[in-house]
Each structure stands twice: as structure tokens, then as C-alpha cells.
């Protein structure tokens, strides 16, 4: 007898079907592909531990550029690690990053998946190839990836920043309205040709009217179904508004470049998100 599927199971394999049910019928992008860092066996990400105690400067260049009046005299390192990388900004380009420690089963990979911060971190052998492509405004930044008991300073922090907003061709994009997150059922293209962002967000504003923006159930979210992007040189991108897409995407030069080269740590993905 086979056993049992477990609900939750059940559940992912139901969001599954729908979801290529849904966007799997037109053709694939032949110059975009989504990118994502493969998740392990036994963990998500390849870092156990990001150590941050372990940077020479992070404290004092905290104190000396980003310290308020506010702050208590104790600010956990962390913290101060999160305020300076946050979205839209560079730090120091002499910051040091500390070392992160990587599960005991992961594989020293050219991207290392699991630090947060907005960034990647890559071999030097991947920037080099990265900073000739357009990955938009970035900083490198000083970090060590230990791996069982052996640290390598063969990698840097990526931080980099690049948004397809701009290039959004709304009138030619399509959208869909829903409810909930398993509510696939509730799912329906929207008729609208938008022109821009705003005026998806003045369709948000009427079809939630009167509903509690935590009322899960009942909110209605817009979310793109396909973008069409207007002629651009984009390699490495993702999309800052909430009305368009979370995932990252690369140009398809990119793409044939990482394979020729056998980059590891990536997941290159066919898509229909973004043409």
C-alpha cells in the first residue's frame, strides 16, 4: 500500500499544478530566465551561521556614519549590519563582512545561498565575469566562507541593486486579480489596460474598499501575470513594486555565459513571468 501523501504535501502539490496551470499556457521568454539559489536536502539556505562578530571595522564604521541619538549605547551587531545594508544603500566599500559558516552537508558553491542583506555572495571568479554584464549600481564587500574547517577568502559580498520598473511596458503587461493564497479558483485576468503603476494601485484602492488590509481572506491582490518589458540592456534584475514580480531574472547572454563558464549555485529556470 502506498502511503499516505501528507496534507501539506497535498497542498504543495495542488499549488504546483495550479500554478503551471496558470502561467504555463503561452510561450516561453526567449530573452529572460528566472534565476533562483537551489535550496539543500536537509536546509534552505547553505549558511548556518553568519558571524559577523568576525569583521575588523563593522562597529566603528557604524559608530562613525550611522550611530543616532536614538540608538541605545548597546546596538547588537547584527542590527547595525542590517541598517547599513538596507535596500538603496551602500555602506563603506572597506566594510568587512565577517565570515559566514555553511551546514556541515553544503557544497562550497560559486553563489552561496543564506545571508541577508539584499546581496549575493560570489567567487571572485564569478564577480569578474558579473561586473561585465549590467547588474546595475553594486559594492563588493570583504567576507569569508568557512566550509567544514577550511575558510576561503576566494568569495565577496555582491551588493547590488537593479530594477526593471523603468522598463515596464504597462499597456502591453498582463494582470490578474485574487484572493488568499491557496484561492487559485478566485484567480481572473484583469480586462484593464493599465498605463502605469499608479493606475494599477487606483484598482488595488477600489476593489479593497471597505476591507481590512489583514483581512487575508478577503483583500483582493493585482499581480502580474506576464511583464513586457520595453528594448533594455538588463542582465541581472528584479522588480521593486509589489504590483509586478518578487523573483529574480537574467538576460539570456547572461545565461549561455554561466553555463559556459559552469557558475554553480544557480537554478536557471524557463519562464512566461517577464518577455
Given at each position: 500500500?502506498d502511503?499516505?501523501v501528507?496534507?501539506?504535501d497535498?497542498?504543495?502539490?495542488?499549488w504546483?499544478?495550479?500554478?503551471?496551470?496558470?502561467?504555463?499556457?503561452?510561450?516561453?521568454?526567449?530573452n529572460?530566465?528566472?534565476?533562483?539559489?537551489p535550496?539543500?536536502?536537509?536546509?534552505a539556505?547553505?549558511?548556518?551561521?553568519?558571524?559577523?562578530?568576525?569583521?575588523?571595522?563593522?562597529?566603528?564604521?557604524?559608530?562613525?556614519?550611522?550611530?543616532?541619538?536614538?540608538?541605545?549605547?548597546?546596538?547588537?551587531?547584527?542590527?547595525?549590519?542590517?541598517?547599513?545594508?538596507?535596500?538603496?544603500a551602500?555602506?563603506?566599500?572597506?566594510?568587512?563582512?565577517?565570515?559566514?559558516?555553511?551546514?556541515?552537508e553544503?557544497?562550497?558553491t560559486?553563489?552561496?545561498n543564506?545571508?541577508?542583506g539584499?546581496?549575493?555572495?560570489?567567487?571572485?571568479?564569478?564577480?569578474?565575469?558579473l561586473k561585465?554584464?549590467?547588474?546595475?549600481?553594486?559594492?563588493?564587500?570583504k567576507?569569508?566562507?568557512?566550509?567544514?574547517?577550511?575558510v576561503?577568502?576566494?568569495?565577496?559580498?555582491?551588493?547590488?541593486?537593479n530594477?526593471a520598473?523603468?522598463y515596464?511596458n504597462y499597456?502591453l503587461?498582463?494582470?490578474y486579480k485574487?484572493?488568499?493564497?491557496?484561492?487559485?479558483?478566485?484567480?481572473?485576468i484583469?480586462?484593464?489596460?493599465?498605463?502605469?503603476?499608479?493606475?494599477?494601485?487606483?484598482?488595488?484602492?477600489r476593489?479593497?474598499?471597505?476591507v481590512?488590509?489583514?483581512d487575508?481572506?478577503?483583500?483582493?491582490?493585482?499581480?502580474?501575470?506576464?511583464?513586457?518589458?520595453?528594448?533594455?540592456e538588463?542582465?541581472?534584475?528584479?522588480?521593486?513594486?509589489?504590483f509586478?514580480?518578487?523573483?529574480?531574472?537574467?538576460s539570456?547572454?547572461?545565461a549561455q555565459?554561466?553555463?559556459?563558464?559552469k557558475i554553480?549555485?544557480l537554478e536557471?529556470?524557463?519562464?512566461?513571468?517577464?518577455?
Open positions: 500500500m502511503k499516505p501528507h496534507i501539506l497535498q497542498i504543495a502539490i495542488q504546483k499544478n495550479e500554478e503551471e496551470r496558470f502561467f504555463l499556457d503561452t510561450e516561453f521568454s526567449e529572460y530566465i528566472k534565476v533562483e539559489m535550496i539543500g536536502k536537509k536546509h539556505w547553505q549558511v548556518d551561521y553568519h558571524d559577523i562578530s568576525k569583521s575588523a571595522n563593522l562597529e566603528s564604521i557604524f559608530n562613525d556614519h550611522y550611530r543616532t541619538e536614538e540608538d541605545d549605547d548597546f546596538v547588537p551587531l547584527m542590527n547595525m549590519y542590517n541598517r547599513m545594508m538596507r535596500k538603496g551602500f555602506p563603506s566599500a572597506e566594510l568587512d563582512l565577517g565570515v559566514v559558516k555553511l551546514y556541515a553544503a557544497k562550497l560559486d553563489v552561496v543564506g545571508v541577508e539584499g546581496g549575493w555572495i560570489v567567487s571572485k571568479r564569478l564577480f569578474e565575469i561585465n554584464f549590467n547588474i546595475g549600481d553594486y559594492q563588493v564587500y567576507i569569508a566562507v568557512q566550509s567544514k574547517k577550511v576561503s577568502e576566494d568569495y565577496v559580498y555582491l551588493h547590488f541593486i530594477y520598473d523603468d515596464v499597456p503587461s498582463v494582470f485574487g484572493k488568499g493564497y491557496f484561492d487559485f479558483a478566485a484567480r481572473a484583469l480586462p484593464e489596460s493599465f498605463q502605469s503603476s499608479e493606475e494599477i494601485q487606483a484598482v488595488s484602492n476593489l479593497n474598499e471597505g481590512s488590509w489583514s487575508f481572506r478577503e483583500n483582493v491582490t493585482i499581480q502580474s501575470k506576464q511583464i513586457v518589458l520595453n528594448p533594455n538588463l542582465d541581472l534584475f528584479a522588480f521593486k513594486n509589489y509586478l514580480c518578487r523573483e529574480q531574472f537574467i539570456a547572454r547572461l555565459t554561466l553555463l559556459d563558464e554553480t549555485g536557471f529556470i524557463k519562464t512566461t513571468k517577464v518577455k
